[in-house]
């Protein structure tokens, strides 16, 4: 029993961690239409600079908030040279990604894999400390859960904002932003920021709870964001009460389930990537289906 | 009916414009070789010309969609040649054929007014919608006469075309603009509703003293709204009526005019 609760929790731990991404990715990939490459460079970016930043003592939550704004440095790089440089979105993003490669590198000081064991992170210091006997192995669990539900929040009132609805023009109606007088590329880049941003801090997370940081951990990020935001916004499809983030996190937390469950019944480690693709193909392909079927019904009403 | 260019001081004026489609290929397509048009403050203008006849081509030249070779575009005053798209809505409104362009179909009828109403201002992190303004909003689409007052908190998507081309309209006027583009805005419509849209423009164009050009397939519509008539061929201006000529004109003098020009051509 333990060890299945012990799966549940690792599960619901990962699948909030790569939440914190995929609600980024939710602004990209369905608000704006922009399939991102460029989170598979972000999300190591965030881990690194939060590596270093720790190891130089500096606080693990201001460690968040600079990993996010580095991420979102780096989405505007991604849309200045889609949107003001006009190269394709798909370009742009591994454009950004190949080059994140040498700036972490750069920012770990030229190793793979940098470790700050027995340093101070969001899970053994500040509040974490206040989690003694039986709780200690769920503080992991409250504590993403709880930096993953404050990013949903905050971007479901971004999204109210003025600027929101702007964002939401760019991606349905760009001619509507436009007789708005304003210029619907400055919204995508904006968007960019902030998909990238979440990335980078999930990318932070995930480097604070293993507390080390590995450049290559951002292989399949794409995959695995698009797979969460796919697979949440089709369950969710009709329930019209779920708001889309919450939605695209249940997808994210679906989605660790099924490659858990896949190693726990024995498949190598090796076909990991491969069976992540696969899932991605299945949600893909279901998601035309729902789409065109929806279409039909449309037409004959 | 003499072919003449009206030569009065311009609120909007297009100066010696020309423009040539994919110069240099196979393709190349001489559209205006000197094309002028000026239209006095608060005149309501209608265009009526065959396909190609350069019509849409000029009104994407004001907007700036489609960019002029050479010549002088100015709006009240100032030139708006260098001026992008999004940078000449700011005093630009344009309601398109299709009427899904004039709203964004996601957010809701509210939401989509809210937008409109803050053109010109910063698009902040404050709240989209501003509460104090809805009971303003609604007696706005009360105008409309199409019961959207009681949904406002529906997306624009579920609307039916008609709907959604009368709410462009409304929220296309919402700010104060310099000019009003109308884009063949009720081709797209079925009669009914084509009727309704026509009757709100003119409402509207007559309330806020709109500075307007329509470009209409319509020829009734052409001759019965408006105080001026246009008709374009091949890039010039083959009509131009206004005042007493225009009132007598009848929808054949139009037809006459379209076998002319056919004739012309040699069809």
Redesign the interface.
Same mark, same amino acid.
């Given at each position: 029993m333990d060890i299945v609760i012990g799966l549940i929790r690792n599960v619901l731990e990962e699948g909030f961690i790569y939440g914190i991404m995929a609600v980024g990715v939710y602004i990209t990939y369905r608000v704006l239409d922009l399939p991102d490459l460029s989170v598979d460079g972000t999300f190591p970016l965030g881990a690194c600079v939060t590596a270093a930043l720790i190891r130089a003592g500096v606080n693990p939550w201001c460690a968040l908030l600079i990993a996010f704004i580095c991420g979102a440095a780096a989405g505007c790089v991604t849309g200045l040279l889609h949107v003001r440089l006009r190269i394709t979105d798909l370009l742009s993003g591994i454009l950004v990604m190949i080059s994140m490669w040498s700036v972490n590198l750069v920012i770990t000081g030229g190793s793979a894999v940098v470790q700050f064991y027995n340093k101070a992170t969001i899970f053994n210091s500040g509040i974490a400390a206040l989690f003694k006997g039986d709780l200690r192995v769920w503080r992991v669990l409250i504590l993403v859960a709880l930096v993953c539900v404050v990013v949903k929040l905050l971007l479901d009132l %971004?999204l109210?904002?003025?600027?929101?609805?702007?964002l939401?023009?760019a991606g349905?109606?760009p001619? %509507?932003?436009?007789?708005?007088?304003?210029?619907?590329g400055t919204m995508k880049i904006i968007g960019l920021a902030i998909g990238n941003g979440c990335t980078a801090l999930a990318g932070s997370v995930l480097a604070q709870q293993a507390e080390s940081a590995n450049i290559q951990s951002g292989t399949g990020m794409v995959v695995m964001a698009l797979a969460a935001v796919i697979i949440g916004t089709n369950i969710f499809r009709k329930a019209r009460f779920v708001k889309a983030t919450t939605a695209v996190i249940f997808g994210s937390i679906l989605y660790k389930a099924c490659l858990v469950i896949a190693m726990q019944l024995g498949l190598p480690t090796n076909y990991l990537k491969l069976l992540m693709a696969v899932i991605f193909t299945i949600a893909l392909v279901t998601n035309d289906m729902l789409g065109r079927r929806k279409k039909q019904n449309g037409h004959s009403n | 009916m003499a072919t003449q260019i009206n030569c009065d001081t311009g609120f909007v004026g297009l100066r010696h414009i020309k423009k040539t489609f994919n110069p240099g290929s196979v393709n190349e397509v001489v559209l205006f070789t000197d094309f002028n048009l000026e239209i006095p403050k608060n005149q309501f203008v209608a265009v009526v010309g065959s396909n190609g006849s350069g019509k849409t081509t000029m009104l994407n030249l004001l907007c700036g969609s489609v960019p002029a070779d050479s010549g002088e575009i100015t709006i009240g005053g100032r030139d708006i040649m260098r001026l992008k798209e999004h940078q000449r809505s700011k005093f630009i409104g344009r309601v398109f054929q299709d009427p899904s362009k004039g709203t964004c179909p996601e957010l809701t009828i509210l939401e989509n007014m809210a937008l409109a109403d803050n053109k010109g201002l910063s698009y902040g992190l404050s709240r989209g919608v501003n509460k104090k303004r809805v009971d303003y909003y609604r007696s706005r689409l009360e105008l409309l006469r199409l019961g959207l007052e009681d949904k406002i908190h529906l997306p624009v998507a579920s609307l039916s075309g008609g709907q959604r081309q009368a709410l462009a309209l409304l929220i296309c006027t919402m700010t104060p603009l310099d000019l009003l583009i109308l884009d063949e805005h009720t081709a797209a419509l079925d009669p009914r509703s084509s009727e309704t849209v026509m009757e709100l423009t003119d409402r509207l164009v007559k309330e806020k003293n709109l500075t307007t050009l329509m470009v209409t397939h319509n020829l009734k519509y052409a001759i019965g709204y408006g105080d001026r008539l246009i008709m374009l061929h091949r890039g010039g201006i083959v009509l131009d009526v206004s005042g007493e000529n225009k009132s007598a004109l009848h929808t054949k003098d139009l037809t006459d005019k379209f076998n002319e020009i056919s004739i012309e051509d040699g069809n």
């Open positions: %971004y109210r904002t003025k600027s929101g609805l702007l939401r023009s349905d109606n001619q %509507y932003v436009i007789s708005l007088g304003r210029d619907p | -």
